[in-house]
């Protein structure tokens, strides 16, 4: 084999070698591109305190992951007037929520003093939210102690307000919408769009 076979045969082989070497650093530098797209995206769920979730509805509605807490993980309660000044959502979007998912009874104790007890949501994508049990002793009686429930949207012009309660049978959420006095206190779910999150 003369010098220049052997320069032919060298040559293939460093090319090689470099295309090689280009497509694994185009590989691992697209995997940490979309590594970081995903942690932005993580990120951009999560506004004021609140972590929305896709759970893939037709709306493209988001849920907040779970009812309203505190920095303390208190969860907290308001009135209507209160409630109303958040994105809370509406008797449609409840509707859709318990249309478009299972739903199941959810017992968890997320930490060793405080147990966790309601209603999981999975929606289409596989995401879930919880929406507790509260008890309003003003509105619930002895044979109804406690009920998963939170404020809708309502513009109606009286003291009673739009309530959302959910029952679950055979794994489908059974919406049953009440009326609620607007001066006691109940927990909130939050809901925003996508485009929302920008």
Known sequence: MDIKEKAKQYAEGKA???ITSAIE???ADGYEDGMKHRENEELELI???VKYVD???PSGTLWSSSCIRDISKTRRVYTYIEASKFSIPTKDQFLELCK???ASPFYNSWNSDQLTRGIKFIGSTGESIIVEYISISEFHNVDKPETVGFW???NEDNNYK???EVKVEEGKAKPI???LFMGLKSQIMLVKKHEDLA
């Open 152 to 154: 809708l949207r309502d």
């Open 177 to 179: 919408i009440s009326n």
């Open 47 to 49: 506004k004021d305190g």
């Open 55 to 57: 759970l893939g509805l």
């Open 16 to 18: 090689l070698e470099a």
């Open 100 to 102: 478009e998912c299972v």
């Open 25 to 27: 650093q185009a590989y």
């Open 162 to 164: 739009k309530y959302a």
